[in-house]
């Protein structure tokens, strides 16, 4: 099942899904995320835990 088939059918002839087009009326963007309850594994090992951070300057940007 290709789930953006819609969207693209959608895109090019606003009739084929009427709903679908009202509603990409209203939106400005979608995020699809995995299981956020598993634990992501750390990639910067180097780093502390957000809860320990403690310098002025931030991680950076790829940490997050």
Known sequence: ???FQP???VTQD????????V???RIVGFDSV???SKAERRLFRK???AS???TAQGPPYSYW
Do not use: A, I, Y
Not at 14 to 21: G, K, Q, T, Y
């Open 1 to 3: 099942m290709n789930l």
């Open 7 to 9: 969207l693209f059918e």
């Open 14 to 21: 606003p009739s084929s899904h009427p709903e679908l087009h």
């Open 23 to 25: 509603f990409l009326q």
């Open 34 to 36: 995995d299981d956020e």
């Open 47 to 49: 780093f502390p835990v």
């Open 52 to 54: 320990d951070w403690n």
